[in-house]
């Protein structure tokens, strides 16, 4: 259930939750940053008994999420970004996911009226060319991940290429994956194994 002044996951996320879900087992340690409504999250938890925590900075998402995947077992914390996850989490996390906002700052205005004027628009809008969050989402990503651990988040098609130098960058590796029927583009930065 999505509330007022919670953003409204589209279609094309179930894309990245389900490529999300792809990649946790049975005890896999899962956090879903910038949660909104918790859809990701609880699609995760549908896959398979695993250890999630969710984070938003908007307390009326916080609010929401907790009850939709309230029976999770989910914790679900407010803050900014990365800041409210527990620091036992560092280096053990499996999957690191993010519905991160990728509209370029510019055409925020040409979105359809029922997202920018009912949707916050920091949930829309993620900088000058799109790519503000994300970056920072892959910046962050190596501390919390696990060996072989996997950061995803969602991206424009014409946003693939920065979104992969990111990732190379952080020093993960990088992997796209596209699903034309929901016009959906996911980017995946996984650390090697350290073993």
Do not use: I, K
């Not at 609880?42 to 984070?55: H, I, K, Q, T």
């Amino acid at each position: 259930m999505v509330e007022p002044g919670v953003f409204v996951p589209r279609r094309r996320t179930e894309f990245l939750a389900e490529r999300a879900a792809a990649l946790v087992r049975d005890g896999s340690v899962v956090v879903d940053l910038c949660c909104g409504c918790g859809a990701v999250g609880a699609v995760v938890a549908e896959a398979a008994r695993v250890r999630l925590y969710a984070a938003d900075v908007d307390p009326a998402a916080v609010a929401c999420a907790r009850r939709n995947l309230a029976g999770t077992g989910a914790v679900v914390v407010e803050g900014d970004f990365d800041a409210p996850l527990p620091e036992s989490l560092r280096g053990r996390v499996d999957v690191l996911v993010a519905n991160v906002p990728y509209v370029p700052s510019g055409a925020v205005a040409s979105m359809p009226p029922e997202a920018r004027e009912h949707e916050p628009r920091a949930t829309l809008d993620g900088g000058t060319d799109g790519l503000v969050v994300a970056r920072r989402l892959v910046a962050a990503a190596p501390r919390w991940l696990a060996p072989g651990g996997a950061v995803l988040f969602e991206a424009g098609a014409d946003q693939v290429p920065p979104a992969v130098a990111a990732v190379r960058r952080a020093g993960m590796v990088p992997e796209v994956r596209h699903c034309d029927e929901r016009d959906a583009t996911v980017v995946v930065g996984t650390v090697a194994d350290r073993f």
